[in-house]
């Protein structure tokens, strides 16, 4: 529990970075990642070994892209190896639970439109991380299909849904030049995401 209250705090604080707060760089660095990084400890002293190594290449995806210079393709990569863990735990929860049915495949249907139908459009904003980038929204989007069809913990679930809501303002707004106002709601959407994945997925019942 102090893991996650400790993780709150450093949320909460590059929460206020985000609306212009800023702390100088390295430390605003230091923040952004150490409230995702306490989420990963919370998820190894949990013994979850694959959930714990999936948040620390989220928090070290939050590090390359605070960067000064921002290390972009770097951030981006650590960020699908760590849905590549996402993907695997909820893979084995679909395997040991089974579906939702009907419903289940609906919402992972409407996530693979929407998915697709931002990437197709982002595609032109990309740049030199298309490539990187196009292949990361596919595996974010496995991950949160996979979410909504297997039996998982609801908090979970809900984890992944937020994480794909704070992608696609963050890349409208990293890329496309767009949404200049939605920097508070983007960490508090993938904030949210991050932490409601880490608690869904710690729980063994």
């Not at 996979?146 to 679930?157: D, E, F, H, S, Y």
């Not at 496309?176 to 508070?184: C, H, K, R, V």
């Not at 983007?186 to 608690?199: E, F, P, V």
Request: net charge neutral; aromatic share 12%.
């Amino acid at each position: 529990m102090g893991l996650l209250l400790v993780s709150l705090v450093f949320g909460l604080a590059y929460l206020a970075d985000a609306f212009g707060v800023q702390a100088p760089y390295p430390w605003n660095a230091v923040i952004k990642t150490t409230g995702i990084a306490c989420l990963a400890l919370y998820a190894f002293s949990c013994r979850r070994m694959v959930l714990g190594t999936a948040l620390a290449f989220g928090a070290a995806g939050d590090a390359f892209l605070a960067m000064q210079p921002q290390q972009t393709e770097l951030g981006i990569i650590a960020f699908g190896i760590g849905h590549l863990g996402f993907i695997v735990l909820f893979a084995v929860l679909l395997a040991n639970k089974g579906t939702r049915g009907i419903p289940g495949y609906l919402a992972a249907l409407a996530l693979a439109i929407v998915g697709t139908g931002l990437v197709i459009w982002l595609q032109p904003y990309f740049g030199d991380v298309r490539i990187p980038a196009t292949i990361y929204n596919a595996i974010i989007i496995v991950m949160a299909m996979l979410a909504v069809i297997g039996r998982g913990p609801a908090l979970a679930i809900i984890g992944a849904i937020l994480f794909v809501a704070s992608d696609g303002v963050l890349a409208a707004r990293m890329f496309a030049g767009m949404l200049e106002w939605s920097g508070p709601l983007a960490w508090a959407l993938y904030y949210s995401g991050q932490a409601c994945l880490a608690i869904g997925l710690a729980q063994r019942d």
